[in-house]
């Protein structure tokens, strides 16, 4: 027996597989209206409906503070305002029997476009081959001390959010900033500033990110100022660095200086063989304090997928890397397309080339960010078609497990097939959407042509 708002129902119990307190729950862009999103149910992705939604057609989640899990061949959680008993009712005259299974198939019919078994195997297919080539290097660039660095996207593990707490070493080298913990390993955090041989700027806290690199057979975190973009730049664009460059203090050594944005931006391009390099942390890493060892099992280590995560509003998703051209800035001065749909912002040019650029967030239905910055487009190009999809912000760059990979549940909407997988964070229970890039570009472009169809009828 449970109540939603003032009128008490009851269901069969025999399916019930337990009840639990309302979880974090993530939103699902397009999803039927009733499906209030997705929440982890010790890593499973469970999908959570609002049941006062299906029974009443008003919307009450905010009073809601129990999710019944149910078990009708998959899991599904029942949002309800409060469970009330277990077991027989006294006066069944107060209590409405509620039949859930014609009410569930009314809100969720099976979706025609894709069948569970062609999304079981895609979940486990190769993500889309990167478009790079042997005369472009994919670099991930980012700001220390005011200025623009970068390092070969290959030699970059992952780029996490700067933790909330470190642990001090002691006896540390000054560079080393302290100790963290990632999955199971100790990570030392290394400021990538005092390796240069620069001063410390003033910097936003929530913007620090760190990026995990490998050193021999270590796991290191080099703490940045904040990330900027991935950046695809032709081999003509890199050039050596200047001898009078190499007499700096600096002790990490820079390979190369890359000229981005037509010649107007200039980055140093860092070697992560010889950033650690001078004795000082070699001696920390051998006293133990250095990441935990990567060797073991190389399925293990293959089984990892690196994805870039990205935010609209609030929300959060992940693009498998390997399908990303690169991150750039969304110019100031974009070129509108008249008679576009409205999330189709306009093109730029991308060193000679037209590029369409939508907005992600229109098409998506997130909210607006409080204070998202400058856009950033990720650009993509699957079968010659490519575009760019504005977003708030990328944040970081994790690689997971095939343990943390789950296939997407079934939500029954044509525009929900661009969510192939969901990847469960254990340390704060979050789920976070899988966008199937191949999907996402076919089902731009099929919203292009469905949306000046419509304007021509």
Known sequence: ??????????????????????????????????????????????????????????????????????????????????????????????????????????????????????????????????????????????????????????????????????????GADASIIGLTHLRERVLPVVSLAALLGLAAAPTDLAR?????????????????????AIRRLSRDAIGPVPPVLRRGSGPADIEAIGRADQGRTLISILSAEKLFGHRPLETIIDRNHGGASMSGPESARDAEEQFLIFKLGDETYGLPIGAVDEVIRVPDAITRMPNAPAFVTGVMNLRGKALPLIDQRSRFEAPHAADSGKPRAIVLTIDKLQAGFIVDAVSEVVAFGSSALSVAPEFSSETTEVFDRVAHIEADGRMILIVDPRELLSRAERDVVAALADREE
């Open 1 to 170: 027996m449970f109540r939603l708002g003032d009128r008490r129902y009851t269901i069969d119990s025999t399916d019930i597989a337990e009840v639990i307190r309302r979880p974090q729950i993530t939103r699902v862009p397009h999803g039927p209206p009733a499906l209030v999103g997705i929440a982890s149910l010790r890593g499973v992705p469970l999908p959570v409906v609002d049941l006062n939604f299906l029974q009443n057609a008003t919307t009450t989640t905010g009073t809601a503070t129990r999710v019944i899990v149910c078990d009708r061949g998959n899991l599904v959680g029942l949002l309800v305002d409060e469970v009330l008993r277990f077991g027989a009712s006294d006066d069944p005259a107060h209590c409405e029997v509620l039949d859930l299974d014609s009410k569930l198939e009314a809100a969720f019919k099976p979706a025609e476009a894709r069948r569970s078994v062609q999304r079981s195997s895609a979940a486990g297919r190769e993500a889309p081959a990167q478009t790079n080539s042997a005369d472009t290097v994919t670099l991930l660039s980012f700001l220390v001390a005011n200025q623009t660095y970068a390092l070969r996207l290959q030699s970059i593990h992952e780029v996490l959010a700067f933790p909330n707490a470190l642990t001090i070493a002691p």
């Open 208 to 228: 620090r990110r760190v990026v995990v690199v490998e050193h021999e057979g270590s796991w290191i975190g080099l703490a940045v100022d904040q990330m900027d």
